[in-house]
T-cell receptor
Framework: EAGVTQFPSHSVIEKGQTVTLRCDPI?????LYWYRRVMGKEIKFLLH????????ESGMPNNRFLAERTGGTYSTLKVQPAELEDSGVYFC???????????FGPGTRLTVT | AQSVSQHNHHVILSEAASLELGCNYS??????LFWYVQYPGQHLQLLLK??????LVKGIKGFEAEFIKSKFSFNLRKPSVQWSDTAEYFC???????????FGAGTRLFVKA
Protein backbone atom coordinates (compact mmCIF):
# COMPACT_ATOMS: atom_id res chain seq x y z
CA GLU A 1 0.00 0.00 0.00
CA ALA A 2 1.42 3.36 -1.00
CA GLY A 3 1.86 5.87 1.78
CA VAL A 4 1.07 9.56 1.84
CA THR A 5 3.05 11.34 -0.84
CA GLN A 6 3.87 15.01 -1.17
CA PHE A 7 5.21 17.06 -4.03
CA PRO A 8 7.60 18.77 -4.32
CA SER A 9 10.02 17.63 -1.66
CA HIS A 10 11.76 21.01 -1.70
CA SER A 11 10.78 24.40 -3.07
CA VAL A 12 12.78 27.60 -3.04
CA ILE A 13 10.91 30.71 -4.13
CA GLU A 14 11.28 34.44 -3.80
CA LYS A 15 9.12 36.61 -1.62
CA GLY A 16 5.99 37.59 -3.50
CA GLN A 17 5.88 34.48 -5.67
CA THR A 18 3.23 31.78 -5.58
CA VAL A 19 3.80 28.16 -4.63
CA THR A 20 1.45 25.20 -4.71
CA LEU A 21 2.10 22.13 -2.62
CA ARG A 22 0.40 18.84 -3.35
CA CYS A 23 -0.55 15.94 -1.12
CA ASP A 24 -1.82 12.53 -2.17
CA PRO A 25 -3.30 10.71 0.81
CA ILE A 26 -3.52 6.98 1.24
CA UNK A 27 -6.30 5.68 -0.96
CA UNK A 28 -9.61 5.48 0.87
CA UNK A 29 -8.64 7.86 3.67
CA UNK A 30 -11.40 10.39 4.12
CA UNK A 31 -9.48 12.54 6.59
CA LEU A 32 -6.69 14.75 5.31
CA TYR A 33 -4.66 17.20 7.37
CA TRP A 34 -2.09 19.87 6.68
CA TYR A 35 0.55 20.90 9.22
CA ARG A 36 3.55 23.23 9.21
CA ARG A 37 6.76 23.15 11.17
CA VAL A 38 8.92 26.21 11.34
CA MET A 39 12.51 25.35 12.15
CA GLY A 40 12.94 24.08 15.69
CA LYS A 41 9.39 24.74 16.72
CA GLU A 42 6.33 22.59 17.16
CA ILE A 43 4.35 21.06 14.33
CA LYS A 44 1.32 23.31 13.91
CA PHE A 45 -2.07 22.26 12.63
CA LEU A 46 -3.28 24.17 9.60
CA LEU A 47 -6.49 22.50 8.52
CA HIS A 48 -8.52 19.31 8.24
CA UNK A 49 -10.61 17.95 5.38
CA UNK A 50 -13.19 15.22 5.49
CA UNK A 51 -13.46 14.14 1.89
CA UNK A 52 -13.70 17.42 -0.02
CA UNK A 53 -15.11 19.48 2.85
CA UNK A 54 -13.05 21.67 5.14
CA UNK A 55 -13.91 20.69 8.71
CA UNK A 56 -11.51 22.90 10.58
CA GLU A 57 -9.28 25.57 9.09
CA SER A 58 -8.61 27.38 12.33
CA GLY A 59 -4.86 26.98 11.94
CA MET A 60 -4.52 28.68 8.57
CA PRO A 61 -2.26 31.69 9.19
CA ASN A 62 -4.02 34.19 6.91
CA ASN A 63 -5.82 34.54 3.62
CA ARG A 64 -2.62 34.10 1.63
CA PHE A 65 -3.07 30.38 2.21
CA LEU A 66 -5.67 28.46 0.24
CA ALA A 67 -6.26 24.73 0.54
CA GLU A 68 -8.42 22.60 -1.67
CA ARG A 69 -9.20 18.93 -1.95
CA THR A 70 -10.46 17.90 -5.31
CA GLY A 71 -13.14 15.21 -5.29
CA GLY A 72 -12.01 14.03 -1.90
CA THR A 73 -8.73 12.72 -3.28
CA TYR A 74 -5.53 14.77 -3.48
CA SER A 75 -5.15 18.15 -1.85
CA THR A 76 -3.27 21.31 -2.72
CA LEU A 77 -2.05 24.10 -0.50
CA LYS A 78 -1.34 27.36 -2.29
CA VAL A 79 0.58 30.24 -0.80
CA GLN A 80 0.08 33.51 -2.66
CA PRO A 81 2.01 35.74 -2.30
CA ALA A 82 4.68 34.02 -0.24
CA GLU A 83 6.36 35.86 2.64
CA LEU A 84 9.64 35.07 4.41
CA GLU A 85 7.82 33.77 7.49
CA ASP A 86 6.10 31.10 5.39
CA SER A 87 9.34 29.13 5.25
CA GLY A 88 9.17 25.76 6.95
CA VAL A 89 8.27 22.14 6.38
CA TYR A 90 4.69 21.48 5.35
CA PHE A 91 3.38 18.07 6.30
CA CYS A 92 0.32 16.33 5.05
CA UNK A 93 -1.33 13.45 6.89
CA UNK A 94 -4.31 11.22 6.28
CA UNK A 95 -6.39 8.77 8.22
CA UNK A 96 -9.41 6.57 7.70
CA UNK A 97 -12.64 7.20 9.54
CA UNK A 98 -12.45 6.00 13.12
CA UNK A 99 -8.68 5.58 13.30
CA UNK A 100 -7.05 7.54 16.06
CA UNK A 101 -3.69 8.24 14.60
CA UNK A 102 -2.55 9.78 11.34
CA UNK A 103 -0.24 8.67 8.56
CA PHE A 104 2.21 11.37 7.62
CA GLY A 105 3.87 12.20 4.35
CA PRO A 106 7.55 13.11 4.02
CA GLY A 107 6.86 16.84 4.02
CA THR A 108 7.67 19.66 1.63
CA ARG A 109 10.46 21.97 2.69
CA LEU A 110 9.57 25.49 1.57
CA THR A 111 12.17 28.22 1.61
CA VAL A 112 11.13 31.77 0.83
CA THR A 113 14.05 34.11 0.10
CA ALA B 1 -4.72 28.27 24.38
CA GLN B 2 -4.33 24.51 24.26
CA SER B 3 -0.69 23.44 24.25
CA VAL B 4 1.68 20.54 24.72
CA SER B 5 4.95 20.89 26.55
CA GLN B 6 7.86 18.51 26.13
CA HIS B 7 10.40 18.85 28.90
CA ASN B 8 13.60 18.15 27.04
CA HIS B 9 14.61 19.36 23.61
CA HIS B 10 17.73 17.22 23.39
CA VAL B 11 18.59 14.00 25.18
CA ILE B 12 21.80 12.01 24.83
CA LEU B 13 21.98 8.48 26.22
CA SER B 14 24.25 5.49 25.97
CA GLU B 15 22.91 2.20 24.70
CA ALA B 16 21.08 0.16 27.37
CA ALA B 17 20.24 3.27 29.40
CA SER B 18 16.64 3.83 30.40
CA LEU B 19 14.62 6.55 28.73
CA GLU B 20 11.86 8.78 29.99
CA LEU B 21 10.61 11.73 27.96
CA GLY B 22 8.25 14.09 29.68
CA CYS B 23 5.06 15.48 28.16
CA ASN B 24 2.39 17.68 29.69
CA TYR B 25 -0.71 19.07 28.03
CA SER B 26 -2.95 21.93 28.97
CA UNK B 27 -6.37 21.22 30.37
CA UNK B 28 -9.17 21.29 27.86
CA UNK B 29 -11.39 18.34 28.57
CA UNK B 30 -11.18 14.70 27.63
CA UNK B 31 -8.11 13.96 25.57
CA UNK B 32 -6.63 11.48 23.18
CA LEU B 33 -2.85 11.29 23.50
CA PHE B 34 -0.16 10.24 21.07
CA TRP B 35 3.56 9.83 20.70
CA TYR B 36 4.98 10.07 17.21
CA VAL B 37 8.55 9.40 16.15
CA GLN B 38 10.58 10.59 13.19
CA TYR B 39 13.68 8.52 12.46
CA PRO B 40 16.40 10.19 10.39
CA GLY B 41 15.26 10.45 6.79
CA GLN B 42 11.88 8.90 7.45
CA HIS B 43 8.29 10.05 7.85
CA LEU B 44 6.64 10.79 11.14
CA GLN B 45 5.04 7.59 12.39
CA LEU B 46 2.76 6.71 15.25
CA LEU B 47 4.56 5.13 18.20
CA LEU B 48 1.58 4.67 20.52
CA LYS B 49 -1.75 6.21 21.46
CA UNK B 50 -4.10 6.47 24.40
CA UNK B 51 -7.85 6.92 24.07
CA UNK B 52 -9.29 5.35 27.20
CA UNK B 53 -8.92 2.38 29.53
CA UNK B 54 -5.61 1.20 30.96
CA UNK B 55 -3.48 4.31 31.43
CA LEU B 56 -0.32 2.33 30.70
CA VAL B 57 -0.07 2.00 26.95
CA LYS B 58 2.37 -0.18 25.08
CA GLY B 59 3.59 0.75 21.65
CA ILE B 60 5.97 -0.49 19.04
CA LYS B 61 9.67 -1.24 19.58
CA GLY B 62 9.36 -1.69 23.35
CA PHE B 63 8.07 1.81 24.09
CA GLU B 64 5.34 2.51 26.62
CA ALA B 65 3.66 5.60 27.99
CA GLU B 66 1.65 6.33 31.11
CA PHE B 67 -1.30 8.68 31.21
CA ILE B 68 -1.60 10.43 34.58
CA LYS B 69 -4.78 12.45 34.42
CA SER B 70 -4.17 14.36 37.66
CA LYS B 71 -0.85 15.60 36.33
CA PHE B 72 -1.97 16.17 32.71
CA SER B 73 1.02 14.08 31.71
CA PHE B 74 1.78 11.37 29.18
CA ASN B 75 5.43 10.43 29.60
CA LEU B 76 7.18 8.07 27.22
CA ARG B 77 9.46 5.34 28.57
CA LYS B 78 11.72 2.60 27.35
CA PRO B 79 13.74 0.44 29.78
CA SER B 80 16.77 -0.01 27.53
CA VAL B 81 17.44 2.14 24.48
CA GLN B 82 19.28 1.07 21.36
CA TRP B 83 21.32 3.05 18.87
CA SER B 84 18.41 2.61 16.42
CA ASP B 85 16.16 4.64 18.74
CA THR B 86 17.99 7.79 17.69
CA ALA B 87 15.16 9.98 16.40
CA GLU B 88 12.95 12.93 17.18
CA TYR B 89 9.95 12.20 19.39
CA PHE B 90 6.75 14.22 19.43
CA CYS B 91 4.00 14.19 22.01
CA UNK B 92 0.57 15.18 20.66
CA UNK B 93 -2.99 15.59 21.87
CA UNK B 94 -6.46 15.88 20.42
CA UNK B 95 -9.41 16.92 22.48
CA UNK B 96 -12.40 14.60 22.25
CA UNK B 97 -14.84 15.75 19.61
CA UNK B 98 -12.14 17.42 17.56
CA UNK B 99 -9.60 16.37 15.00
CA UNK B 100 -7.10 19.16 15.47
CA UNK B 101 -3.88 17.62 16.74
CA UNK B 102 -1.63 19.78 18.91
CA PHE B 103 2.02 18.81 18.95
CA GLY B 104 4.83 19.51 21.33
CA ALA B 105 8.08 20.99 20.06
CA GLY B 106 9.75 17.58 19.88
CA THR B 107 12.65 15.92 21.70
CA ARG B 108 15.74 14.91 19.77
CA LEU B 109 17.16 11.68 21.21
CA PHE B 110 20.67 10.61 20.35
CA VAL B 111 21.78 7.18 21.51
CA LYS B 112 25.52 6.57 21.60
CA ALA B 113 26.61 3.11 20.51
Amino acid sequence: EAGVTQFPSHSVIEKGQTVTLRCDPISGHDNLYWYRRVMGKEIKFLLHFVKESKQDESGMPNNRFLAERTGGTYSTLKVQPAELEDSGVYFCASSPVGYGGQYFGPGTRLTVT
Amino acid sequence: AQSVSQHNHHVILSEAASLELGCNYSYGGTVNLFWYVQYPGQHLQLLLKYFSGDPLVKGIKGFEAEFIKSKFSFNLRKPSVQWSDTAEYFCAVTYTGGFKTIFGAGTRLFVKA
